[in-house]
């Protein structure tokens, strides 16, 4: 059965004060990993995939990084509207569908 | 590009009754789209799997009569929750894929539906 932990659940940073959230997976047959990033009462927001260890993704202030174990979000010098919840969910083997991890909340303070 | 619309946003319905709500693909073709619901402070569950022009694939503990899905066409796809109970409030949220090796899921904005 597919895994996806994500760690820390919440993260507190203060503006500029950069970070990394952290995304580890079990999975069978890896064809893809997605970072996601929802707002309160909103649908969740397409921001990276990974497909094979070793590649990086930058957008902005964040950079997404991918090994045989565990995806990375780096958030670099962050603002405050960047507070969200970051999902991460892995796609495995021929089929479509996304199995998610519990998401990690990050607050920036102005 | 890759717009996914989402109607009605959120709705209230009495108890018993039934209630739909469409996802669409606004800028692409979706052969398969998906439907999630998602819980205060959880993360996203998988419902269904619906590919256009067939039967939907539930996920187990779904009930396929309560949730009924059609995807008629490449750019839409409805979710009908029947018989509507307190407990079936929630956020539903669909996506629909882009086709290929590289697919994506695209989420829509949400539908928030409470139960009286």
């Known amino acids: 059965e597919d895994q996806v932990t994500q760690s820390p659940e919440a993260l507190r940073l203060q503006e500029g004060e950069s970070s990394s959230l952290n995304c580890s997976y079990t999975?069978?047959?890896?064809?893809?990993l997605f970072w996601y990033r929802q707002d309160p009462g909103k649908g969740p927001e397409f921001l990276f995939t990974?497909?094979?260890a070793g590649e990086e993704k930058e957008k902005e202030r964040l950079k997404a990084t991918l090994t045989k174990k565990e995806s990375f979000l780096h958030i670099t010098a962050p603002k405050p509207e960047d507070s969200a919840t970051y999902l991460c969910?892995?796609?495995?083997?021929?089929?479509?569908?996304?199995?998610f991890g519990k998401g990690i909340t990050l607050s920036v303070r102005p | 590009g890759a717009v996914v619309s989402q109607h009605p946003s959120r709705v209230i319905c009495k108890s018993g009754t039934s209630v739909k709500i469409e996802c669409r693909s606004l800028?692409?073709?979706?052969?398969?789209m998906f439907w999630y619901r998602q819980f205060p402070k959880q993360s996203l569950m998988l419902m269904a799997t619906?590919?256009?022009?067939?039967?939907?694939?539930?996920e187990q503990g779904v009930e396929k009569d309560k949730f009924l899905i059609n995807h008629a066409s490449l750019t839409l796809s409805t979710l009908t929750v029947t018989s509507a109970h307190p407990e079936d409030s929630s956020f539903y949220i669909c996506s629909a894929g882009t086709s290929g090796p590289q697919d994506t899921q695209y989420f829509g904005p949400g539908t928030r539906l409470t139960v009286l």
């Open positions: 619906s590919n256009e022009g067939s039967k939907a694939t539930y």
């Open positions: 999975v069978s047959g890896l064809r893809g």
């Open positions: 969910a892995v796609q495995a083997g021929a089929n479509s569908k996304l199995t």
């Open positions: 800028d692409f073709q979706a052969t398969t």
């Open positions: 990974l497909y094979s």
